[in-house]
């Protein structure tokens, strides 16, 4: 059986997917995650992760506000 990637979970991109949706590298994702400065992405499994399209929407239009972050900084 080949080890082939199963597909996200609807209306989620894998990181790829993601930076491909955005115009951007993906480990440009990368950092911004190891930074926390981009849009939220979901950990799945050790070494996946998935983005919320209407996330990356909002942070391309500059309407993302995440929460957990801005708590935090508070």
Request: avoid cysteine.
């Amino acid at each position: 059986m080949p080890n082939t990637p199963k597909d996200p979970p609807k209306g989620w991109l894998w990181s790829a997917g993601a930076a491909d949706y955005m115009g951007v590298h993906v480990v440009t994702l990368y950092r911004w995650r190891r930074d926390e400065i981009g849009p939220k992405a979901k950990q799945i499994g050790r070494r996946r992760y998935a983005y919320k399209i209407s996330e990356l929407d909002a942070w391309m239009n500059s309407d993302y506000v995440d929460s957990d972050r801005a708590t935090a900084a508070a």
